[in-house]
Nanobody
Framework: QVHFVESGGGLVQPGGSLNLSCAVS????????MGWYRQAPGKQRELAAT??????EYDRSVKGRFTISRNNAKNTVHLQMNSLKSEDTAVYYC???????????????WGQGTQVLVSS
């Protein structure tokens, strides 16, 4: 059983900042990729940022404004979001690709989501 604890969402004015955090716990052998997807109202879920080892990837709409980081010892991933825009309003979902036991197939798991609302 894998458990996610997400935090850091909320209401912020345009131009403001938020820092999302996600901690993953449970019985597992390894976590591969970690990151954040987001889903705006009426839209499909899309990748915001992901990190695997020291490699990061960002959606071009957030590049230069968002920074993803990870603490492997604590199984946590963070998303520092700066210069927020109204179009960043969405539910942000933490995800982790987990290998449950040695030799198992890596499988994506999702948190429950945290709301980010950018509005004046």
């Amino acid at each position: 059983q894998v458990h996610f604890v997400e935090s850091g969402g909320g209401l912020v004015q345009p131009g403001g900042s938020l820092n999302l955090s996600c901690a993953v716990s449970g019985t597992m052998y390894e976590i591969r990729d970690m990151g954040w997807y987001r889903q705006a109202p009426g839209k499909q879920r899309e990748l915001a940022a992901t990190i695997y080892g020291i490699s990061t990837e960002y959606d071009r709409s957030v590049k230069g404004r968002f920074t993803i980081s990870r603490n492997n010892a604590k199984n946590t991933v963070h998303l520092q979001m700066n210069s927020l825009k109204s179009e960043d309003t969405a539910v942000y979902y933490c995800y982790a690709v987990i290998v449950a036991t040695w030799g198992a197939v890596p499988t994506p798991h999702w948190g429950q989501g945290t709301q980010v609302l950018v509005s004046s």
